[in-house]
């Protein structure tokens, strides 16, 4: 009787089991940053229908935005997301680490250390630009007003915090306290910290508040073009930073959703000759050259430093001026 | 060339001056404004970042809620959540007829009963209830339940099984003091695991388990062989989403148990159960003396088989269900199969107030009679009866003492005050075929109040 009752109840489980399994749908869940709403709208819709073409599976997206340093936060407190695109790697790493749930190389996963894109930071000023902004150092001039986001939740303001400092430094006589006294008198003129690169946007696009928006170029690239040329200038400044968003799978989330194959293929994608047009469509650097090539009057030429060669990279940078008690506490609490 | 006067040039000069100064002016009062209006704009834009981060943190924090349905503290996102109910009985029984004292006329806490539910990452529940009703303490559920579809749960632990439609109805629903007579042979709870499910859009619910085995009406903790049962139920509501339409409440299905019991005379009851009145006196129970010599214990297969139907239909509520169980039994070393049966019908009639259903009524007025609210009124009836097999007399039960048919018939009123209040009231009246040395075992008539406080 036991063994039967056994076999039976065993039989049971797996019929219903298989039942469970045998679906033509999935559902991914990309955590992402503020600004890329627009990219990955047009992205996860091109992407479905080259997926469900290839391998008769429908994919449904969830999209969640927010300031990249708080989407990370939001993942290792166990918001299930199968693919994460963030802003900068530190928040990844943050989530290798503190998580575990991918491991610590990810970055060697994809190429171009995961980056499928890259960006950098101009500046957004009011159509005609009255108060005549054309570099770093105007933005600590008394009396501009300067909008950023707050570092210590967006990943966007880090670059921003970074592109300032590396500006500081690269001028001649330039060092570490000049680079310091740069930026805090730049902080000196920040009315509002959002905490995400979007709030800043609406800050300063909608709001009508400050002289100069520190933004990503694909951010600025889009207000002007959905509010029209007629209302804003883009100024480059003389040097940037160049600023590599990295994505990864979420190996753990996505192994107990059986969703790591689409996830890979999802992320994959991104490289493709589809994928980079996608990109450059909403103003993100794409890394394939040849498409870079086509969309050249939208990018133009800057001088760009990475993070790499001016900080050390993100694992030095991160606790240094953002960590508790760091750099920027230290500006904005003096302020 | 005329000369300028001298007043005309100090006047041309002087207006010069003063245009100069108003420019100055206004380009200062516009500045001015300009100012004024970015740090409103600041100050308006500071209070809508701080009323979303607010909103964040709310949307955030746990919520503690109280309600009819009890007491609990639940994650912003749902995924986690402790939820506090549970119930008292405060009963009155009164024996009308028991010259042959069958009963004690008391009141007691028939239940006292806290419900603690929880649920970890969205799918995982666990569920704890001990009964510390008349004055003892039994743990009636405690179980692990995955929810990783509608239609596949997984259960582990100690439940009801599957199988009586009454016995699956909460405590807090019947619609009587009492079960019914065919509540007698069915399990009770017992421990095991179970996948269950709803199809269909709930229009058909199974439930499989595997489980130790437990005697009629019994509650197990473990068990004394290493047989297992199992136990089956499939029920139909094929009219469920169909608003409207007048079989929408009809429910049907079968359920079923198979297994071995074998039962020692130092068990008490031996692996078998004896059935019990509405007014939970025993009138039937097989041979037990607590020796090998003269006991009848449970010595092998134990079926059960229970068709079942419900209904409700406005103010009218019918619950039907038949049970027959067929136990291997030994005296002595002699094996025999006594079947048992018992079926009961129950009707059930909303005088006002709120229409029955299998979770009993919810009034649509609480009771407060100053704001024109009486709660819900129910009239119930419902007849029962319970046969034992003429295989059990006389040599595995004393058929001078124990009955082999009742017969109850019960009328009761329930007065919903509102979700969580009831008052109940009902009669039972309980006839025999024999149970007595000569002719018939004396009727139980029992009068039955309870005052029943759940959330």
């Given at each position: ?26 559902t991914l ?15 996860n ?96 001039r ?21 592109a ?6 690269r001028q ?35 709001r ?41 799978v ?64 993100w ?13 920027f ?7 | ?48 970042i ?87 303490t ?89 047989d ?50 509405a ?29 079942q ?14 049970v027959?169980?067929k ?46 609210g ?36 019960g ?45």
């Amino acid at each position: 009787m036991l063994k039967r009752s056994m076999i039976l109840t065993v039989g049971f489980l797996a019929a219903a089991g298989s039942v469970a399994t045998a679906q033509r749908a999935v559902t991914l869940l990309n955590v992402s940053y503020d600004p890329t709403r627009e990219l990955y709208q047009e992205y996860n819709t091109a992407f479905a229908a080259y997926y469900k073409q290839k391998t008769g599976v429908t994919v449904n997206f969830q999209q969640s935005h927010g300031g990249s340093g708080k989407q990370a936060r939001s993942v290792i407190d166990g918001l299930e997301a199968d693919v994460v695109t963030l802003a900068l790697a530190y928040d990844i790493d943050a989530i290798a680490q503190n998580a575990r749930l991918l491991p610590a190389n990810w970055q060697t996963r994809l190429p171009d250390n995961s980056s499928p894109y890259t960006s950098t930071i101009v500046f957004l000023v009011r159509k005609g630009n009255p108060k005549h902004i054309r570099d770093w150092n105007d933005l600590a001039r008394p009396g501009i007003s300067v909008i950023t986001p707050n570092p210590k939740t967006s990943g966007g303001a880090r670059w921003n915090f970074l592109a300032a400092w590396g500006y500081a430094l690269r001028q001649p006589g330039g060092n570490e306290a000049r680079a310091r006294d740069l930026v805090t008198r730049i902080y000196k003129n920040v009315p509002v910290l959002d905490a995400g690169a979007r709030g800043s946007t609406t800050t300063f696009v909608q709001r009508g508040i400050g002289d100069v928006l520190i933004a990503w170029e694909n951010e600025a690239l889009l207000a002007v073009k959905e509010l029209g040329p007629d209302k804003f200038d883009i100024v480059m400044p003389s040097v940037s930073i160049l600023a590599e968003p990295p994505v990864a799978v979420v190996d753990k989330n996505a192994g107990r959703h059986h969703t790591t194959e689409v996830a890979q293929e999802y992320l994959r994608y991104l490289y493709t000759d589809a994928g980079q047009d996608i990109i450059a469509r909403n103003y993100y650097r794409p890394r394939n050259q040849a498409i870079a090539a086509r969309y050249a009057n939208i990018f133009p030429k800057m001088t760009l430093f990475t993070i790499d060669e001016v900080f050390g990279g993100w694992s030095k940078a991160q606790p240094l001026y953002f960590g508790d008690g760091g750099i920027f506490d230290q500006i904005y609490q003096g302020r | 060339m005329r000369k300028i006067p001298g007043v005309l040039l100090v006047v041309v000069i002087a207006s010069a001056v003063a245009a100069q100064h108003l420019v100055a002016q206004d380009d200062s009062t516009t500045a001015r404004i300009e100012r004024l209006e970015q740090q409103i704009r600041i100050n308006d834009r500071l209070r809508e970042i701080w009323q979303d981060s607010v909103a964040t943190v709310l949307k955030a924090a746990p919520v503690i809620s109280a309600s009819r349905d009890g007491f609990s503290i639940r994650s912003a996102d749902n995924a986690f959540s402790l939820r506090i109910k549970g119930y008292v009985h405060s009963d009155g029984r009164y024996f009308l007829s028991d010259s042959l004292k069958p009963g004690t006329t008391q009141f007691l806490l028939r239940r006292v009963r806290p419900i603690f539910e929880a649920t970890v990452f969205k799918i995982y529940d666990v569920r704890i209830m001990p009964d510390f009703g008349a004055g003892t303490t039994v743990l009636q559920d405690a179980y692990i339940e995955a929810r990783f579809a509608p239609g596949f749960r997984v259960r582990s632990g100690k439940y009801k099984p599957p199988v009586g439609l009454e016995r699956l109805q909460s405590a807090t629903d019947i619609v009587f003091a009492e079960r019914g007579l065919p509540t007698n042979l069915v399990p009770n709870r017992d421990v095991g695991f179970q996948v269950a499910g709803d199809l269909f859009q709930g229009r058909v619910s199974y439930a499989a388990a595997l489980m130790n085995g437990v005697p009629d009406v019994s509650l197990g903790d473990g068990d004394n062989n290493d047989d297992k049962d199992l136990a089956g139920r499939i029920f139909f509501t094929p009219f469920r989403n169909s608003t409207g339409n007048l079989l929408q409440n009809l429910g049907f299905g079968v359920s079923g148990t198979l297994g071995n019991q074998v039962g020692t005379p130092t068990t008490t009851g031996a692996g078998l159960a004896g059935y019990r009145t509405a007014g939970q006196a025993t009138f039937f129970a097989f041979r037990n003396n607590n020796a090998l010599n003269g006991t009848t214990i449970a010595d092998g297969r134990i079926t059960r088989v229970s068709p079942q139907a419900n209904y409700y239909a406005g103010r009218f509520g019918f619950m039907g269900e038949y049970v027959k169980t067929k136990h291997r039994v030994s005296l002595n070393g002699v094996v025999e199969t006594i079947p048992v049966e018992a079926w009961q019908v129950v009707g059930t009639f909303g005088l006002f107030g709120g229409s029955p259903s299998f979770r009993g009524i919810n009034p649509k007025k609480a009771f407060d009679p100053k704001a024109g609210g009486w709660g819900a009124l129910e009239l119930a009836v419902r007849y029962g009866r319970l046969t034992v097999g003429d295989e059990a007399f006389p040599v595995y039960a004393d058929s001078t003492t124990q009955a082999r048919q009742a017969s109850g018939l019960g009328i009761g009123f329930n007065w919903y005050l509102n979700r969580n209040v009831k008052l109940v009231t009902s009669y039972e009246q309980t006839k025999f075929k024999g149970g007595a040395a000569t002719g018939n075992r004396e009727k139980e008539s029992v009068l039955f109040s309870r005052v029943q406080f759940s959330f």
